[in-house]
């Protein structure tokens, strides 16, 4: 309903779909447990009005192409540093390198 006010009405509006869910909790606009309702609720609180469409969109985009569910592009991303999911990954493959039994050792 959101994607319809916004595009046929031109109203302001933010449809929280998997690309928005995904893309607003990597980057801690939202929390992991949130719902999409809690997520639109947060997005529309943190974004001033005329820009929700607009960034509705960008993040769709973003989502689909660059912040995909599986395999990120993360290597590039002007987004990393403020990136939960690229932090967590960066601890995680630390992790797993440290435990790695073809480690190098001194």
């Known amino acids: 309903v959101n994607v319809f006010l916004s595009v046929i009405y031109n109203e302001p509006a933010i449809a929280v ?12 606009l939202a929390k992991e447990k949130d719902t999409v309702i809690e997520v639109e609720q947060k997005l529309m609180k943190k974004l001033p009005k005329y820009k929700w469409s607009k960034t509705h969109h ?13 395999s990120p592009i993360c290597e590039d991303c002007k987004l990393k540093d403020i ?8 601890r995680t493959t630390k992790c797993l390198l440290s435990k790695s039994p073809l480690r190098l050792r001194n």
């Open 58 to 70: 960008q993040m769709v985009h973003f989502g689909r192409y660059k912040c995909k569910s599986i």
């Open 17 to 28: 779909d998997t690309h928005v869910e995904r893309v607003s909790k990597r980057l801690g």
């Open 83 to 90: 990136c939960k999911y690229q932090k967590t990954k960066r």
